[in-house]
């Protein structure tokens, strides 16, 4: 990580966390970003286990003939606000984006493997361990389930923070289904 942008997004998370006050209205958002990038979240694990089907049929009809093939999902935070957010502009969240170290549930699937289950294998949540620790530590957060996502997002990953919270939505969350196929000679 770039050292430089990497104090300048760390001052820009102080300068902006100084104002920033927990209203209920904030609480509900930040309850609504959980929930909907867990739904999101949910989508490409569908679609993961949607191309795994497609590729392990092709190859059981013998459409396909492959040694063996990885399927994994790739995220990105899609940043299409003209002018940035009120807590930071274009470029800052564009330099947010891309230094972000996302924490998103990762899963690769094989020719021959076991398709994970959805919170476990693929979230890799322990329903009884909620994170709402440290920022995410908020009064009327207490009886809500928070995803390890949202405090890599909103803690761990030092970019984006609790006041930007307000002015994001899950549908930032994108991604792609990369199949890589293997073939080998004899």
Known sequence: MNEIIREKLLNRIETVMEDFTPT???IEKIISINDGLYSRFRMAYEDLIMMKRAVDSDIQSG??????????PEYFFCYDYDDGIPTADKKTLMEMSDETEWCFPSCTLIKG????DF???FLKDDPKLSWNIER???????EHYIHYFMHNIFQDADTFCL???Q???????QWQITVQYEFFNK
């Open 167 to 173: 002015y994001i939505k899950p549908d930032d969350i």
């Open 24 to 26: 209920p209205e904030i």
């Open 113 to 116: 493997g076991e398709i994970p």
């Open 136 to 142: 995410l530590n908020l009064p009327g957060l207490e």
């Open 119 to 121: 919170d476990r294998g």
């Open 163 to 165: 006041a930007d919270i």
């Open 63 to 72: 459409r396909l003939s492959v040694s063996g093939y990885t399927i994994f």
